[in-house]
Each structure stands twice: as structure tokens, then as C-alpha cells.
């Protein structure tokens, strides 16, 4: 079946502009997770949403940054007031339930803030 | 501060030997164990998971978790050129930043296989 997909695949913005960005999991899987990773560096939770329970938004960076889920499915992350330091490529993860072991990535979003 | 670490490397082995890979884990508590292959512009992919002490082995690759010395490492048997990546240590454990566990990531050891 279809893997976890993500769009754009690559953003480019100017600082201060508000981005979204898109995550479409694996049909059927109730956890999702997001991350970013910086060049060189490993991944960073940001947040994460299972089934119908309040999302654990503990690795948000800041309050510029926000993510909701639709439906159980898609999820949107948005970034406002983009920054440079937000610069990275942004994860999304899914996993058929909050104890399962193997999360499966999707390609990532490139986010470049100018 | 929960804390994943490696060695950054990069770990050059010629092809054919074994390459090791090490990850230490600050949190006493931490309950299972992963290691993600991610090629260079691609998104990780799970290779091995572990949650007893001891070995586990999945083909090539082999998965060692010593709790008592927190630390976890993963040997990869007759390297081929093609397992050239970054390897990714993750830990799940309880209580971190009030979730009831999420997975913390090192930052990855690159590893280079000389043909």
C-alpha cells in the first residue's frame, strides 16, 4: 500500500511569512508523529497525535508553531513568523498504534526560511 | 535531560568487515531500543528494534542491549558498500517532557563501507 506521503517537498520562504506544511499517513494508522531535523543533527519530536486523544505537543519549539489532525488522517503543520533558524527538514511519522515499535517515515519537507 | 549519544564518525570499514556502531542512553528507564538506517537526502527506515538485554540478530545485522551499562550497539556482518549511511540510535522512555514516552533520537553515526 501507499506510504506516508508529505507536501510540498520542498519550501522555500521568506522570514516572517506563515508556512504549512502537509502529512498524509499510512491508511489506517492512528499515531502520527512530526520531527524536524537540522543539517548534521538527528531528529527532534515535535509533536505527536493518536486517534481522538489530545495531542502531545511537549517538543514544539515554540508557539509559532502549531499542528492539527483532520478526520484521524491528514495532518497540517504550520509555522508562523517563520524565522532562518527554522530552516530544516521537516518528518512526519505514522504508526498503527501508540505502542507499536516501527514508525514509518515519509520523504520530509525541505524547508529553506531566507 | 534525556540524552542519546554517538559517535558522529564518520566510521570508514572496508567491505567485507564487520562495522560497529555504539549508542549510549542517559534514562535509566528507557524500555526499548532502535536503530534507523537513513541514506543521505532520504527519510529514516527501522533496521532493528531491541528490548531484552542481550543479542538479537536479523540477518546481517546484529542488535547488543547491555540496561545495566545503558548502552545499546548494532554490528553489521560482512559490510557492503551499499549499507553506507547514517545509522540513527532511538530510545523510547517513559516520562519525557510529561508524554507518556516518545522516542529520542541521537544524532547519528555515518558510516562509510570501502569497496
Known amino acids: 500500500g501507499a506510504g506516508v506521503s508529505q507536501s510540498p517537498s520542498n519550501k522555500v520562504t521568506e522570514k516572517g511569512k506563515d508556512v504549512e506544511l502537509r502529512c498524509d499517513p499510512i491508511?489506517?494508522?492512528?499515531?502520527l508523529y512530526w520531527y524536524r531535523q537540522s543539517l548534521g543533527q538527528g531528529l527532534e519530536f515535535l509533536i505527536y497525535?493518536?486517534?481522538?486523544?489530545?495531542?502531545?505537543k511537549s517538543g514544539l519549539p515554540s508557539d509559532r508553531f502549531s499542528a492539527e489532525r483532520t478526520g484521524g488522517s491528514v495532518s497540517t503543520l504550520t509555522i508562523q513568523r517563520t524565522q532562518q533558524e527554522d530552516s530544516a527538514v521537516y518528518l512526519c511519522?505514522?504508526?498503527?498504534?501508540?505502542?507499536?515499535?516501527?514508525?514509518?517515515f515519509g520523504p520530509g519537507t525541505r524547508l529553506t526560511v531566507t | 535531560q534525556k540524552e542519546v549519544e554517538q559517535n558522529s564518525g564518520p566510521l570508514s570499514v572496508p567491505e567485507g568487515a564487520i562495522a560497529s556502531l555504539n549508542c549510549t542512553y542517559s534514562?535509566?528507564?528507557?524500555?526499548?531500543f532502535f536503530w534507523y538506517r537513513q541514506y543521505s537526502g532520504k527519510s529514516p527506515e527501522l533496521i532493528m528494534f531491541?528490548?531484552?538485554?542481550g543479542d538479537k540478530e536479523d540477518g546481517r545485522f546484529t542488535a547488543q542491549l547491555n540496561k545495566a551499562s545503558q548502552y545499546v550497539s548494532l554490528l553489521i556482518r560482512d559490510s557492503q558498500p551499499s549499507d553506507s549511511a547514517t545509522y540513527l540510535c532511538?530510545?523510547?522512555?517513559?516520562?519525557?517532557?510529561?508524554?507518556?514516552?516518545?522516542?529520542?533520537f541521537g544524532k547519528g553515526t555515518k558510516l562509510s563501507v570501502k569497496p
Open positions: 511519522a505514522s504508526s498503527s498504534d501508540r505502542n507499536s515499535y516501527e514508525q514509518y
Open positions: 531491541i528490548y531484552s538485554n
Open positions: 534514562d535509566r528507564g528507557s524500555q526499548s
Open positions: 532511538a530510545v523510547k522512555t517513559l516520562n519525557y517532557g510529561g508524554s507518556q514516552g516518545n522516542l529520542i
Open positions: 497525535f493518536q486517534g481522538n486523544s489530545a495531542p502531545d
Open positions: 491508511s489506517g494508522h492512528t499515531a
